[in-house]
């Protein structure tokens, strides 16, 4: 019943635009579980369920096969990045470099290898898949250490799931539905998320379409979040006070024990 329901609600929202497109490439309609995450105290992250349509503009199934790639990127953000080396036994800052643009999260998913639907060229230009992010350093940079940082930088954000690539993960049902997961974990920064869909055929995007979820703190986390960014110098006093605080009430605390 749950599937015939979601093939209704894509129809209907297929068809007005299926009127209007008579000759031109196929349509794609894609749309996503949730178009807002709360983060409230406790959050642990939440999985998306982004699925969709593919039709030929009478109508019909798309008349070859065709591959699903989605792409979701959370806001960009300035970086800077330091390499550490051992010195005397101990670890030192080194080299460093900055990246005025980098997404804080990336998470791409397919219906099969990205290697086995474009070539790299068109990898490169839809930046579909970690090894083809452009990432935005500051100044000039020297390309070998320009891929050391970003392959640094891709593997720090891939360990803590802000960065994610998962082939095979898009499903196609009936040469029409496709449906897919990506997950948002629990350190993710607030802002706009852009998901990117786009139908592949023959190494060629054939349409593309995109969606968007609004990631927001609610209640106790929203207040201090405001507050720093509003009041940040009264923030900063209050967040040093109360370490201090702490400091002392803990010193207090085994001196009596």
């Excluded at 390309?143 to 960065?163: H, I, K, Q, W």
């Excluded at 349409?207 to 940040?232: L, P, T, W, Y």
Aim: glycine share 6%.
């Amino acid at each position: 019943m749950m599937r015939v329901l979601c093939i209704a609600l894509l129809a209907l929202m297929v068809l007005p635009q299926l009127a209007q497109a008579q000759g031109r490439d196929p349509i794609l309609v894609p749309e996503i579980s949730q178009h807002e995450v709360l983060v409230r105290q406790g959050f642990t992250g939440t999985q998306l369920l982004l699925f969709g349509a593919i039709l030929d503009p009478d109508g019909r199934r798309v008349s070859s096969d065709y591959d699903i790639v989605v792409v979701m990127r959370g806001p960009s953000q300035a970086i800077q990045l330091r390499e550490k080396q051992r010195f005397a036994g101990i670890w030192i800052n080194a080299e460093s470099t900055s990246f005025r643009s980098a997404p804080s999260f990336y998470a791409l998913v397919s219906s099969r290898p990205i290697e086995e639907i474009v070539d790299s060229s068109t990898a490169a230009i839809y930046e579909l898949g970690l090894d083809y992010l452009q990432l935005s350093p500051t100044g000039t940079i020297d390309p070998e250490e320009y891929t050391r940082f970003t392959e640094g930088l891709v593997d720090l954000r891939r360990r803590s799931n802000l960065y994610q690539q998962v082939e095979a993960g898009v499903t196609i049902s009936e040469d029409v539905l496709y449906q897919a997961r990506i997950y948002l974990p629990s350190n993710v920064i607030v802002g706009r998320y852009v998901a990117e869909t786009f139908a592949i055929r023959d190494g060629r995007v054939i349409a593309a379409a995109s969606s968007e979820v609004q990631v927001r703190k609610e209640g106790f986390d929203r207040e201090v979040s405001e507050q720093a960014q509003r009041n940040s110098f009264a923030y900063g006093l209050l967040a040093v006070a109360l370490s201090l605080f702490m400091g002392w009430a803990a010193g207090r605390l085994f001196a009596l024990v």
